[in-house]
């Protein structure tokens, strides 16, 4: 009888512990998703304030995509130096020093309101999103797993939170920041006290949350992520990467441009309104991802330029007309297209080597999807100093439509090359 009784007891306490073990994980997931939606959301603060900025220090349109622009320099040096390393050193041993510096690149943008300071906040944000994607994304998953108690269970949910809080974060940072701007007192201030703080506060969340990756014995030596992409794939990968490029170049305009182009084209100067518009966009290309979760990513490469090229068009026929009820409904079709077509093509990448080299070839798209991020954008505040904005925009749209109908038709040609049987004589 008393073994029995034993036995009980410890079936009973095994319970308990495995019960307080779930609780942890699922505080954990729900502390990191709101971390990593919110540490997205920093990174796009400043789209609704570059006009104030430009007013305050009379710099160009140019500088603007300038001071935009570094930030990308910023994730791709933190990508490739550091993305990958809390494989080896655990999830939150890069994930909170991450958000923490995402903080000081608060404390920058508060103490030294001039251009350099920008530049180098901007840089300093890029640093902390180039840690943060990768390894958010990879702990929300394993701490979803521990929430779940380990019996496995449909990894969608952990994917459709991390795309709700990657492309929504970016969203939901300029449509707060627009509205602080136009509502309330200190604009380019206020939103970066609010931002840091709430940074801080989710970082000391995150530090008492679960660790999740286990750290192999013995530890590897640390270099830097490889870029490396087998012969026999590169012309399928060289055309699901133009594709990433062409669908970030469009972001790229939603997150530096377009509340310039609103105050120029269409007179409308209210930040909220600036702020609401990325926000459409990136909120469509999160829920767009989200509703084709399931579909093979042939079929979502194939939707997204089919959503994407009308979007183009309605935002172009915004600025001509000028109308911002179209240019706000050209957002939100582009944006879900986009995010269908950066999906799709990211997918196609990564199923273009094998698994052995997958992480190497996804560092290239990366590498390739930041560069159109940054790069178009830069040649659009150029050519703006020189041609009418609806004209830049125009010839903008047409160059993405057909970038992303020949690379999409080229990864599908390129896929179905791959599986045709080989014929032998």
Do not use: C
């Amino acid at each position: 009888m008393s073994s029995a009784i034993t036995a009980t007891r410890e079936q009973v306490g095994r319970a308990h512990t495995h019960a307080r073990r779930r609780r942890h994980h699922s505080f954990g997931f729900w502390a990191a998703t709101v971390a990593f939606l919110a540490n997205m959301g920093f990174s796009a603060v400043p789209t609704p304030l570059y006009v104030l900025y430009q007013q305050r220090d009379h710099f160009s349109t140019i500088m603007l995509t300038v001071v935009y622009a570094v930030y990308a320099v910023g994730v791709i040096a933190s990508l490739f130096f550091g993305g990958h390393v809390s494989d080896w050193v655990g999830r939150k041993w890069v994930f909170v020093p991450a958000l923490l510096v995402n903080v000081v690149s608060a404390l920058i943008f508060l103490s030294a309101p001039s251009l350099p300071g920008l530049l180098v906040a901007r840089i300093i944000s890029g640093i902390s999103i180039g840690l943060t994607t990768a390894t958010a994304t990879a702990y929300l998953a394993e701490l979803h797993l521990g929430a779940s108690g380990g019996e496995g269970g449909s990894p969608r949910r952990a994917q459709v939170v991390a795309t709700a809080a990657n492309l929504g974060g970016i969203g939901v940072g300029p449509l707060v920041s627009g509205v602080l701007a136009q509502y309330a007192p200190g604009p380019l201030r206020l939103p970066y006290i609010l931002f840091g703080a709430v940074l801080f506060v989710l970082a000391v969340l995150v530090a008492v949350a679960p660790e999740t990756a286990d750290r192999p014995v013995p530890a590897p030596r640390y270099r830097p992520q490889r870029v490396a992409v087998p012969g026999h794939a590169r012309r399928m990968f060289i055309a699901a990467t133009a594709a990433g490029m062409a669908a970030f170049a469009v972001y790229g305009v939603f997150n530096s441009l377009a509340p310039t182009f609103l105050a120029g084209t269409m007179h409308q100067s209210s930040h909220a309104v600036a702020g609401a518009v990325a926000f459409i966009a990136f909120a469509a290309g999160a829920v767009a991802q989200i509703a084709m979760g399931r579909a093979d990513w042939h079929r979502t490469l194939r939707v997204g330029p089919l959503i994407l090229i009308p979007g183009l068009a309605l935002l172009a026929g915004g600025m001509w007309l000028p109308s911002l009820t179209m240019f706000v409904i050209g957002g939100l079709i582009s944006g879900a297209g986009g995010g269908l077509a950066f999906r799709g093509a990211l997918t196609a990448a990564g199923s273009s080597a094998p698994p052995e080299s997958r992480a190497e070839v996804l560092a290239g798209f990366f590498l390739g999807a930041y560069i159109g991020l940054s790069v178009p954008v830069m040649g659009l505040g150029i050519a703006t100093q020189y041609v009418a904005a609806r004209t830049v925009m125009l010839v903008f749209v047409v160059v993405v439509a057909i970038a992303v109908v020949l690379s999409t038709r080229v990864v599908s040609a390129e896929h179905a090359r791959s599986e045709m049987p080989v014929r032998h004589e």
